[in-house]
């Protein structure tokens, strides 16, 4: 252990400020680190010690950046949420043809293997943990559902926006967990072409 | 190990026939265990040997009467899913309101726990595991999606069947699995309405 590095010698609490040089390259080192063992091992199986192991940090570091493994998740989600978080500027372009341009987007974050792989191994450890699901449930309410909500002038609008977000989340299962033909070798545009109206009709049709 | 129930001496293929009284409950006792060592452990981190411990039988018996882990795993799928098969007789009653009558259908086998749970459990196998996606997918087109697909005279049909299955399963997984709300609370009948055209819409409109 003696090349690993060392915590800092004075704890802070939370994201140490006026840090040391080279202090944001090691938090980001740990945090690649934690979302490679998050993705392979689970959420579950996944430790501290592993991270830290695989960042060649001391488990105490580990902790001095993040937290607790549920912390080290979520900055985990952070980054592998990323592209989704273009949704609710999709929808801020406005109602016209919203249902195609959210279902485009969505399907193009998928599509790309590299956004796809994180994205697959966060849905894999929050389907198998009630800890992970809790963290990707508040993350996804705050930073896509509310937000997608409060462009909707219509009544149940977070159940609305519930609803589109599970025919999307719906499809990607079929398409590249189960996958099943042939949806899993349908193109983009015709998967397009049946699910916008869904999409369109849940977030702009009053009935 | 010698209170376990020993194999058959003479090794037979498959699934024995004119088998001894008790056989049938042998088979039946080593399904169970086998659905509870899945649900609990999930499809990766099972093997024979704790089916046959959890069944109180020698791992022998178990190879004897399901041959290897897909086997079981199947099988276990069969009972699990059994609910699930209904789902084209629903659809055979015609294309009038099929839509409202699918939804309500598939959410009253989600809405039950005793149902659920063995559900969820395969999911959670086969979202983790490339060989449990493999028998449940080839279990669900078999047994529903081409069913289903069979009973529309579009086209598209398989395409239409899967868009209609991955907006139903989507809406459990954010509702029994992430647990969002309003979704997750909201009344059977709540989204019924929302959902019922979107299914109407995939199984029913030429468009």
Known sequence: ?????????RRRRGRPTGARAGDSGTRERILGAA???????????????????????DPALVH???????QIFE???????APALGVPDVLAAGPDQVGERLARYFLSVWHNPATRAPLLAVV???????????VLRGFVLRRVLLKVAGELDLPDARLRAELAAAQLIGVVLVRYVLKVEPLASATEEEIVAYV????????????
């Open 1 to 9: 252990m003696t090349e690993h590095e060392q915590p800092p010698t």
């Open 35 to 57: 979302r490679g063992v998050f993705a392979e091992r689970g959420y579950d199986k996944t430790s501290i010690r592993a991270i830290a192991k695989a960042a060649e940090v």
């Open 64 to 70: 001095h950046y993040f937290g607790a493994k549920e």
């Open 75 to 81: 900055a985990a989600i952070e980054v592998s949420f």
């Open 124 to 134: 894999r450890s929050a389907v198998t943990n009630e800890t992970a699901a809790g």
């Open 196 to 207: 916008a109206p869904t999409i369109q009709r849940y977030l702009t049709a009053a009935e």
